[in-house]
Structure formats: structure tokens, C-alpha cells
């Protein structure tokens, strides 16, 4: 069965640390991996991996796919405070026309100031 | 708007009555996609609707859920004879057509059953 396991499930940190987030996931037919920020309400988008080792960034944050060992690591440098929010890892299985996301539990990571 | 538009933001209603869900997908998306997410559990899937084909319903947990797409925009999702455990964050996403195109959520619509 797919499955996405993130780790940790929760961390606490200081505004200037960097942090690094877990994703490891099984699947039958691997067509993509997302990550997502969720702060009150909607998850936002915020990289989708197809192919391994090609590092995709946007300011602060990057992330980076090795499907031969099936895990993505997100890094936050420089954390600030409004990087609080819920990190949801989310894979896009590809045997079928489904379309559908199997999401981890989430990563909950308060920065404090 | 932009975004994907859901509402209402919030509902509370009693056990076992009937509740409608409804999603407003960005426009021209053509892939619409209702998740739930549970009170410290990740997003769940339910069902998935791509243009004109057959929706992808494998995620609905029970025969009292069910959802429509009209005119290939709106959606609505439907719960009938509500539970408590039916208490969720329901979520709705689109994305526009293509093989490997991001999912875009709305706010969400929180469901509380009494």
C-alpha cells in the first residue's frame, strides 16, 4: 500500500535556526512529490519534485528528492516566525488516471522568537 | 476571486441530518479534488472529478457520501444522515489539466455534527 511517513511529527525552534524536514514514502508508481505550508486554513503550495537530486528553491526554503532511497528533505534556513505552520509532504501515485494526493501526517513547527 | 472558493467557512448541525458542501474551483482548472482532514490526522481523499470522465469516488467512506460537478466548474459535496465522526475540515482543491500539475485548496469548509 502507497504510504507517506514525515518525521518529526513536531518541532520547536528558534527564529535564525535551520531546519530540516522528512518525508519518506512507498509507492507502487512514483509520478511526483509536493510539499505543502498550512498555516490557519488552506495548505499552500510550495515545490513539486519529479526527479532526483535537482535541488528546487524559493528564498528560505528548498527541497530536494532521492527516489532511489524514497525520502524529500525541505530546509528552512534563517527560520522567522511566520514559518510556523503545519508542512504537509504529499505524493502523486501514477499507475492510474486518480489524480488524488496521499498526504503524510505533517510536520508542526513552531519558531519562536 | 483568484483562489479556490469554499463555503460555508463553517457548519454546525445535529446529528443525522443532511448537509451540502459547496467548492468554487480557479477558473479553467479542469481537475477538482475533495479531501477531509481530521482532527490530528493528515488530508484524506474522497473523490476526484477530470472534465467530462467518470469521477474517481474510491475515497468516500461510506454510501451517505456523495458529490457532484456541474458544468464541469462547481462542485458540491453532499452528507447525508450526518455522524459525529463526520466532523472534519473538508477540503477542496483544483488544478488545471495536465499529467503533473500542482493541487490548489481552498480554506476549507469545518464540519462539526452535535
Known amino acids: 500500500e502507497d504510504k507517506v511517513v514525515q518525521s518529526p511529527l513536531s518541532l520547536v525552534v528558534h527564529e535564525g535556526d535551520t531546519v530540516t524536514l522528512n518525508c519518506s514514502y512507498e509507492v507502487t508508481n512514483f509520478r511526483s512529490l509536493l510539499w505543502y505550508k498550512q498555516e490557519k486554513k488552506a495548505p499552500t503550495f510550495l515545490f513539486m519534485l519529479t526527479s532526483s537530486g535537482i535541488e528546487k528553491k524559493s528564498g528560505r526554503l528548498s527541497s530536494i528528492l532521492d527516489k532511489k532511497e524514497l525520502f524529500s528533505i525541505l530546509n528552512i534556513t534563517a527560520t522567522q516566525t511566520g514559518d510556523s505552520a503545519i508542512y504537509l509532504c504529499?505524493?502523486?501515485?501514477?499507475?492510474?488516471?486518480?489524480?488524488?494526493?496521499?498526504f503524510g501526517q505533517g510536520t508542526t513547527l513552531q519558531v519562536k522568537p | 476571486g483568484a483562489g479556490v472558493s469554499q463555503s460555508p467557512s463553517n457548519k454546525v448541525t445535529e446529528k443525522g441530518k443532511d448537509v451540502e458542501l459547496r467548492c468554487d474551483p480557479i477558473s479553467g482548472h479542469t481537475a477538482l479534488y475533495w479531501y477531509r482532514q481530521s482532527l490530528g490526522q493528515g488530508l484524506e481523499f474522497l473523490i476526484y472529478?477530470?472534465?467530462?470522465?467518470?469521477?474517481?469516488k474510491s475515497g468516500l467512506p461510506s454510501d451517505r457520501f456523495s458529490a457532484e460537478r456541474t458544468g464541469g466548474s462547481v462542485s458540491t459535496l453532499t452528507i447525508q444522515r450526518t455522524q459525529q465522526e463526520d466532523s472534519a475540515v473538508y477540503l477542496c482543491a483544483s488544478s488545471s489539466q495536465g499529467s503533473n500539475q500542482p493541487q490548489h485548496f481552498g480554506d476549507g469548509t469545518r464540519l462539526s455534527i452535535l
Open positions: 504529499a505524493l502523486h501515485e501514477g499507475s492510474s488516471n486518480t489524480g488524488k494526493l496521499i
Open positions: 472529478f477530470q472534465g467530462n470522465s467518470a469521477p474517481d
